[in-house]
């Protein structure tokens, strides 16, 4: 499949009025009783909203808190990106009971987004077959159709003609040429979303079978043809939503909430763009210092780099190369040895702390170079980055002083320091520090209570932007 050229693509794309779209959605929102529960992955699907609660539990109690809230949508970060196979089973049938026992208790139906990755890594198809059989299974709701939209703006991931792009500067590359495709984990070849599917179910689901919801009729605003597509879905049919900007997921979102209205039943598979959408949350400016740090503060920040992917490593050297702050290597392949582990954990733990007491900023980052223990052995890989990440959190989970803000790059990395470093149960939403880096502000159950946590996915921004994330918060 070609590269396009980002600037001929979008020019020979019809306009379309938000004024319309957003006006056409509001009507749908304004009378939808559905309760909008996000399964995030890992917590970065946060990153196009805010005034949201982040649930760090699937325990019956936090589920029913964000049934009662007045928020149409909560999210519940299962990161799942991280866990083998069978964890995430376990994790998904128990969280469908308990949606399912709580919209049954409460009388409030609700619609499930899985929300993944936008270059389509991640537990797909298992997730969602799994929250279907067990939803299934334990109520009288039948699923018609599965929607499918890796649409995100902010990362520059957009779906034309059923293939899905991701934007590398003036071009538009096909996610299955991207090394996103080519994770140990979650690898795939396929950059059209029908064959996609083909190739992860293996044959189940055939790009023939799948339906397709075209720009042409999105940008149209062709409410009713679509409608009318998704009322024909049936058997968990895979329902492949094009996308490039906000208004066609507003278009879609309108024939979505019509077609639920008439008793079709759906399941989403998604990155962040629908969330935003169907939370009805607007547009905020980005946050500033005044937003994210106390003014009183003379202890320096706390960076944690964790992803091994190429975006994150040009970001974290553009970074050390700013002099804004200290680095720190954390020699992750010691892990092979348990004493020698142990006792790098403590010297960069220390070394951070130090800087920090001293109004240093620092930055401790994992080894640029990955752990491979050669051919078949993914779940053995699995297995010891879950053991790295544990290390990594450990130094913010014994952190004896309090860092005037603190930075994780990496959803594995994020999800690990906020839950078990931080020890957040649940979390506001502040908004974003730059497009698609969310920021949570920790609860009062936290390590640091009333913190500002920025969550920057390894995959999201340009060479620049780690750098430019830290100045704001540094005030540069």
Known sequence: MKQLD????????????????????????????????VLDDDPTGIQTVHGISVY?????????????EENSMFFILTNSRSFTEKETTTAHEEIAKRVQEVSDEENIPYVIISRGDSTLRGHY?????????????????SFDGEVIIPFFKEGGRFTIDNVHYVQDGDVLVPAGQTEFAKDRTFGFQSSHLGEWVEEKTEGRFTKEQTIYISLDDLRHQRVEKIKD???KASSFQKIVVNAVGYEDVEVFSTAFLQALKAGKQFLCRSAAALTKVLGGIPDKALLTR??????????????AVGSHVQKTTQQLGHLLESGLVKGIEFDVHLVLDEEKFQNETKRVRLACE????????????????????GENMKEEELKLSVKISDAVTSIVKDLQVKPSYIVAKGGITSSSIGTEGLSVKRADVMGQVKPGIPVWKTGEESKFPGSAYVIFPGNVGQPKTLKDVVEVLEGK
């Open 6 to 37: 980002v600037t001929t693509t979008m020019t020979t794309i019809p306009f379309v009025s938000r004024k319309e779209t957003q006006s056409a959605l509001q009507k749908e929102l304004d009378n939808s009783p559905y309760k909008i529960v």
């Open 56 to 68: 760090t539990d699937w325990e019956k109690d936090s589920i029913k808190q964000g049934f009662s």
């Open 125 to 141: 198809p298992l997730e969602t077959e799994v929250l279907k059989d067990t939803i299934e299974a334990n109520s009288a709701v």
């Open 229 to 231: 597509q998704l009322l």
């Open 290 to 303: 005044q937003d994210l740090v106390d003014a009183g503060t003379t202890n320096g920040g706390l960076i």
């Open 354 to 373: 130090e800087a920090i007491a001293n109004g240093q900023s620092v930055v401790y980052y994992t080894r640029r170079e990955r752990l491979d223990l």
